[in-house]
């Protein structure tokens, strides 16, 4: 009897754990972000950069620890605003579960595991990881409460993903990179300003500010719609034969102009009828834009 009543507490312990370092490493975005590394990474190696497992293996981890990292910190920072919001208050460390000392160890070891692992694959990847965590910690974090240009700023480490994957598999930063990291550098705008708008109440009580023109408007939802556009046209880019290895044939442009015009449908509809239910569709619809598109530039990749 004694016994039982001395496991039960350990094992609440581990399950409590590893739901709270899911949390506060925020494990779903952590792995939509690795899926576009791994992207970035299948479309990057060709006949002189040879596929590596472990290659692969330590691109995964390293861009979980990355990501991690990023979240970490910024739950930390925020501690005090997390607790205002709905979606936030039951994180790990707004709510009490957590110290913010324990979770700045916590960040401070994903980063050097992240950073040094991703170094073993070569610099630039490990040097792109860094910067990644530094301007979502130390630039993007503060902006949040002060200007909407804060999107604009989030939006470099949030497209750092697709394209560290091609520089893990080439070791260079080239047009073909460079492309990678344009299309995922305009998808965070609709898709993030989707969010801002859905969720604008809960925001408002911590003082965020993630619309461009701080309201639920026209205005925000013109800028969605000129960035979606933006977005198709970089997305685009490989099947005009100027941006070098990364090139895509005419079947896939096809499916990736349909995909794109399905994400300005539910674009233009979120400006017709400005709802939060419209934002939160088109929140959706852009998470499977960005999976879809990857997709589809591997298989064009392997079937062509």
Partial sequence: MSSALNTTPNSISFKSIYVDFKAITKAGLA????????????????????????VLLKLAIGGYCMVGASNAYNQVIE???????????????????MSPSLALI????????????????????????????????????????????????GAFPGAIPFMLGWVAATGEFGIEAGTLFLIQFFWQFPHFWAIGWFLYEDYEKAGFFMLPTGKKDKGTSLQIILYTIWLIIASLLPALGYTGRLFITPVASILVLCLGLWMLFYAVRLYQIKTAKAARTLMLVSVSYITLLQLVYILDKFLR
Avoid: E, Q
């Fill in 106 to 153: 916590v960040a401070s070891l994903l980063t050097v595991l992240g950073v040094a692992l991703l170094y073993t694959i070569n610099p630039k990847t490990a040097m792109f990881g860094a910067i990644s965590i530094f301007l979502y910690t130390s630039i993007y974090t503060p902006l949040k409460t002060v200007t909407s240009l804060s999107v604009f700023v």
């Fill in 79 to 97: 501690k005090d605003l997390d607790a205002l919001m709905d979606r936030t208050k039951n994180r790990p460390v707004a709510s009490g579960r």
């Fill in 31 to 54: 792995i939509s972000v690795v899926f576009s590394s791994i992207a970035g990474y299948i479309l990057g190696f060709d006949s002189t950069h040879s596929f590596s497992w472990l």
